[in-house]
């Protein structure tokens, strides 16, 4: 296994632009979290799936976020109409359970110009 | 909701010193994580903690999780250089939302050779 992979590792968009990022877990980890992180700052919890199941997405920013992880396999993230603030390190990370040890994968910089 | 607070917020120490980080919390926590993050990389993970008083060493780290189970602390022995980079811990509970994971702000940790 590869550990967690995140695609792609950077993206720049003009603002007003819909972006989307993948993470691919570790295989047969059921959990699976989102994170942002601006400079300066521990990791932000975004969302996250227990298998295909969203448990939690009160956390997501505005409406214009928004994740699936359709077979609970990889998740997508995407962000509609970015803003110049949604600039981050956007992370994700895989667990087996709720109370074991979470792997993060090496994250997405997204630049909004 | 839960928050942690992670101190010091920087280091500055010498080659070859010993070092002492820790991570405190209002609220009681079922699983510790320590993690180290280098400039535009994810989290890589460190040490994991289950058990109340469990204390766990890494090489020449060494973590414990807090009797109350409200606090961790990392310590690192004999620093080197590749040591530098941002500490975070990480608490895992059950109930409530975020996921059950959540950050420190980080310790970011400089060493002088």
């Known amino acids: 296994d590869t550990g967690v992979s995140q695609d792609p590792r950077h993206k720049i968009t003009k603002r007003g632009q819909n972006v989307t990022f993948r993470c691919d877990p570790i295989s047969e980890h059921n959990r699976l979290y989102w994170y942002r992180q601006t400079l300066g700052q521990g990791p932000e919890f975004l969302t996250y799936?227990?298998?295909?199941?969203?448990?939690?997405k009160s956390r997501l920013l505005s409406d214009r976020f928004s994740a699936e992880r359709p077979k609970g396999s990889f998740s997508t993230l995407e962000i509609q109409r970015t803003e110049q603030g949604d600039s981050a390190m956007y992370l994700c990370?895989?667990?087996?359970?709720?109370?074991?040890?979470?792997?993060f994968g090496q994250g997405t910089r997204l630049t909004v110009v | 909701g839960q928050q942690l607070n992670q101190s010091p917020q920087s280091m500055f120490i010498q080659e070859g010193e010993d070092v002492s980080m820790n991570c405190t919390s209002s609220?009681?926590?079922?699983?510790w994580l320590w993690y180290k993050q280098d400039p535009g990389e994810g989290p890589v993970l460190l040490i994991a903690l289950y058990k109340a008083g469990e204390l766990t060493s890494n090489g020449r780290l060494t973590a414990q999780f807090g009797i109350t189970r409200k606090d961790s602390f990392l310590n690192i022995s004999a620093s080197i250089p590749s040591d530098v980079g941002i500490y975070f811990c990480a608490g895992v509970y059950y109930g409530g939302s975020q996921g059950n994971l959540i950050f420190g702000k980080g310790t970011k940790l400089s060493v002088k050779p």
């Open positions: 609220s009681i926590f079922n699983t």
């Open positions: 799936f227990q298998n295909e199941a969203q448990l939690e």
């Open positions: 990370a895989s667990s087996f359970t709720m109370n074991t040890e979470a792997f």
